[in-house]
């Protein structure tokens, strides 16, 4: 394992040194300096030779003890317990009431190989009756696959595997690179930016029956106007480039979002979309719908921190679709994806600037998911501008909108098909 070398009497001047230590073995390590602070340690050496009750009742767990305790001795005087492997149960909303609350303990003489390592742990998830649950295995901070065991165990004694079940990770704390690793997988690369398309609407078309009674507006740029006049009213009372608040920046997206999804036919826009996978959980700003399934996803953020929010829409994006596959098409653990050959799209705005994002297989030999992202695209909405003005400088994003919506149900029309079929 990689370990941070500090020397063994080197002091922590203060807690957060003592949390960047801490945080360089593991992130998750950094919560414990508070308490462990205050039980006097104060370097490297302390903290290798800090005794496992001290330890338990500063709240560290039990298989995070034996690593730092071995990786914060330098000098090998520090008692060897064997090399700690930690698994991480993701646990989903609907099994917590029965998921155990504390981790438990398994061992091995000598080292497995990686598929043993693999049964041991399914079968101790059958004993917890966690079978569906996905896991992630880590020594220190470096993930553990099977190309990379063999090297991370070497030829140590005896090891342990300290099984933890942790509950689904907040959408909001996805950092941009696990967003884009849980979405396009390990070896992903990142997004290329390219053009997206924009939809060819024909504004002397007649809306159909359902808009017409529902609204009493009849042809397609009597909807348009009427998007014009919606974003002029709430730009009269508020300026948009002043919102502090990202509900309040949803109040310019939604008026888009239903105008595009009426135009491109056949689809539902849901707010506060309620998402939970046991990789990651939270409500999502907004979905666009078809048949359940949603093909867009949308995220509201603010003004300064919008690329910093990739990996909430990465993670957004996977959840939706895990859901899906989960819930409607009860898809099993080890089961194949039956959509993974269709897309996912996604939408990271503040009203007044959008990023469009697209996830799809380009049928390449090495199979792996292409994500491309357009540049940004601005719109001049300010406070007391007209609602002619409002309508055109709105109108490149909409008609993006609308053709993204209308690839993403022809993408799909051919699994709908076979779905009806079965």
Same mark, same amino acid.
């Given at each position: ?37 205050? &039980? ?5 050496? =302390?903290?290798?030779?800090? %005794?496992? #009750?001290? +330890? !338990? /009742? ?39 009431? &029965? ?5 438990? =303990?398994?061992?091995?003489? %000598?080292? #497995?190989? +990686? !598929? /043993? ?306």
């Amino acid at each position: 394992m990689h370990c941070t070398r500090i020397s063994s009497m080197a002091r922590f001047e203060n807690v957060t040194e003592l949390a960047n230590f801490l945080g360089e073995l593991d992130e998750d390590y950094a919560g414990y300096a508070p308490a462990l602070w205050q &039980k006097g340690i104060r370097n490297a050496m =302390q903290l290798a030779n800090f %005794r496992e #009750p001290h +330890y !338990l /009742a500063c709240a560290v767990p039990e298989g995070h003890i034996d690593d730092i305790k071995a990786r914060a001795d330098t000098t090998g005087q520090a008692k060897a317990k064997g090399q700690t492997f930690i698994v991480s149960l993701l646990v989903p909303c609907t099994m917590e009431k &029965k998921a155990p609350q504390e981790e438990c =303990q398994v061992s091995f003489d %000598r080292p #497995p190989s +990686y !598929l /043993a390592l693999l049964d041991r742990i399914e079968q101790q998830q059958t004993a917890l009756n966690l079978e569906q649950v996905k896991f992630h295995i880590k020594a220190g901070k470096e993930s553990v696959r099977q190309h990379n065991w063999a090297c991370l165990v070497g030829d140590s004694g005896a090891i342990k595997l300290s099984i933890i079940p942790q509950k689904a990770k907040p959408l909001s704390s996805f950092t941009n690179e696990e967003g884009m690793e849980l979405l396009m997988g390990p070896n992903y690369q990142e997004a290329e930016t390219q053009p997206f398309p924009l939809a060819d609407l024909n504004t002397s078309a007649r809306l159909d029956d359902a808009v017409r009674q529902a609204t009493n507006l009849v042809f397609v740029k009597d909807l348009l106007s009427h998007l014009g006049v919606d974003l002029a009213l709430r730009c009269l009372r508020s300026e948009p480039g002043l919102h502090s608040r990202e509900h309040v920046n949803r109040e310019l997206i939604s008026p888009l979002l239903y105008v595009a999804s009426v135009l491109a036919g056949e689809l539902e826009v849901a707010a506060e979309f309620s998402t939970r996978t046991s990789d990651a959980a939270g409500r999502v700003d907004f979905v666009v719908l078809l048949n359940s399934f949603a093909i867009t996803v949308v995220e509201g953020k603010l003004h300064d921190t919008l690329k910093e929010r990739e990996g909430q829409l990465y993670a957004s994006m996977h959840a939706c679709r895990e859901q899906y596959l989960r819930m409607k098409l009860k898809k099993r653990k080890r089961e194949t994806d039956p959509m993974i050959q269709d897309p996912s799209a996604g939408i990271l705005t503040h009203g007044t600037a959008y990023i469009f994002y697209k996830r799809y297989y380009d049928r390449q030999p090495d199979g792996q998911p292409v994500l491309t992202c357009s540049e940004f695209m601005y719109v001049n909405l300010h406070k007391g501008i007209s609602a002619g003005s409002a309508a055109d400088t709105v109108m490149k994003v909409v008609r993006t909108m609308v053709q993204l919506f209308v690839d993403q149900k022809k993408a799909l029309s051919s699994f709908w098909c076979q779905r009806a079929v079965q």
